[in-house]
């Protein structure tokens, strides 16, 4: 009984900070409070299971960094709630679905490299551009190699948050993401 009260009551409280701190960045919890708070029971699992919150409905791996995408709120979120008006989840929803003005369909998975199988390589005869020797993957390797020497004169490096796209020029990446609240390993270097 114990554990149970326990238990309860740190899924009450996750959810209530997670509606709460969303809902201030305009993100809406699923309201179907029961589905929702089994969502976040499953996060509370994961995090005592992996020392983070991956999200429930995909496979983590138990390294951190290489689940970096999947933690809770995961990179796929903004996207999937845009087109489709929920994440990969449904924990998150879009204000249409929240109003009940939309219905939630399934979405398909978006993390690169696991379900989503790998596009076969064109050709060599359709790999160059009609007029050029030099291919297409060629030319467009040198441009973004003379993109990136034009940015090295920068003052600061830039850095970006793989969930909602914050950027930020400094030294390091924030400690947590002033947007979307996630931690300093959530932010890539862009620039």
Known sequence: MRNDMVKNEAVENLFNQLRESNLKRGYFLNHDLSFTKSLVESLLINETRYGYQACPCRLASGVRAEDLDIICPCDYRDTDV?????C???LYVSKEVFDNKKG???IPE???G???PPKAPRPPSQAKRSGGDQPLAERIKNMEQQ???NLSNLSYPVWRCSVCGYLCAREEAPDVCPICGV???RFGRFI
């Open 82 to 86: 845009a087109e489709f008006g929920t």
């Open 88 to 90: 990969f989840c449904g």
């Open 104 to 106: 939630i369909k399934s």
């Open 110 to 112: 978006r993390r690169l």
């Open 114 to 116: 696991k379900e989503i």
């Open 147 to 149: 993109t990136i020497n």
């Open 183 to 185: 931690s300093q390993d």
